[in-house]
């Protein structure tokens, strides 16, 4: 299951209805297949196949896509120094100091003349549509490359009404309600957490490796704290970090999840790609379904 699994989350919610199609969505997706960065590209980013030739994969409600972006790795100290030694050059011949118009120009040419020979950094990430729930799970490290890749997908489809997932009441509240008053039923402490200050000069203290239910981490509450960050464990079957903007972090499954599909062939991939996205669309669905109710439901829409 390690291949398909998400390990960090940002959860969207649909506010009106989209047209799923798979054959749709796979015609919108086709306009948009990635493509490796040129000699004068910075980044790009398209989509690319989940297994073989195929933009999409679906199980009953779950779509799934892939995305795929290519950047130059530049180095600012270079592009810097190369930058100084055509100032440097210039004034000399010229007698004279250049002015800031001249300068950013001369940056423009310096930085075209340096893409072609700069490394590329590869990067790949999927998107799960629950067209059954209407919910949408981004696999992004930050909010802000979940939201290009919606984007994107956006840009796709010619329309895609997402907002992110909120929570009834307060995460942070909840969060630190659960370290004070103990972790609803089916979930458990884990050993890392994030307290910070409700006053911006009162400082965050980051924890890992602790005993959350500790008199040290009370007495960080007791001093007006909030936990913005908490790790978490879900039956044994699942383990997080929760944070307050509802996304999920360093995610993973027990040993007995991943291994569940072992006696499936490996050298037949679609076969163990099927099952292994059946399970993780299973336990990712009943792991957020009673997520939800931990934290108090969701907001009115």
């Known amino acids: 299951m390690r291949s398909v699994a998400f390990k960090n989350i940002f959860i969207y919610r649909l506010s009106r209805e989209v047209n799923w199609d798979t054959a749709e969505v796979n015609a919108a997706l086709s306009k948009f297949v990635f493509t490796p960065c040129g000699s004068q590209d910075i980044a790009k980013a398209g989509w690319t196949p989940v297994l073989g030739d195929n933009l999409t994969h679906e199980y009953k409600g779950f779509l799934l896509i892939q995305h795929k972006r290519e950047e130059k790795i530049l180095p600012s100290q270079v592009l810097k120094e190369e930058l100084q030694k055509k100032i440097l050059?210039?004034?000399?011949?010229?007698?004279?100091?250049?002015?800031?118009?001249?300068?950013?120009?001369?940056?423009d040419e310096v930085l075209h003349s340096l893409l072609p020979r700069a490394f590329t950094r590869k990067s790949v990430a999927k998107i799960l549509i629950d067209r059954r729930n209407h919910l949408v799970f981004v696999e992004a490290s930050s909010a802000k490359k979940a939201?290009?890749?919606?984007?994107?997908?956006?840009?796709?489809?010619g329309s895609l009404p997402v907002v992110p997932f909120s929570p009834k009441d307060p995460l942070e509240l909840t969060i630190t309600g659960w370290i004070k008053n103990g972790f609803p039923n089916g979930f458990r402490a884990g050993e890392e957490a994030t307290l910070k200050a409700l006053l911006d000069d009162g400082g965050a203290v980051r924890c890992k490796k602790v005993d959350l239910l500790s008199d040290e981490i009370m007495s960080h509450i007791e001093a007006g704290k909030v936990a913005t960050t908490v790790a978490v464990n879900w039956q044994d079957r699942a383990f997080f970090r929760l944070n307050d903007d509802m996304s999920i972090k360093a995610l993973s499954f027990s040993d007995e999840l991943y291994d569940q599909n072992d006696d499936i062939d490996r050298e037949d991939v679609a076969q163990r790609f099927d099952a292994d996205f059946i399970l993780f669309t299973a336990e990712l669905s009943a792991m957020f379904t009673s997520l939800v109710e931990a934290v108090g439901g969701e907001a009115e829409r």
């Open 89 to 107: 050059k210039l004034e000399e011949e010229q007698d004279r100091k250049l002015k800031k118009t001249e300068k950013d120009s001369l940056k």
């Open 147 to 157: 939201e290009d890749q919606l984007a994107l997908l956006r840009k796709s489809l």
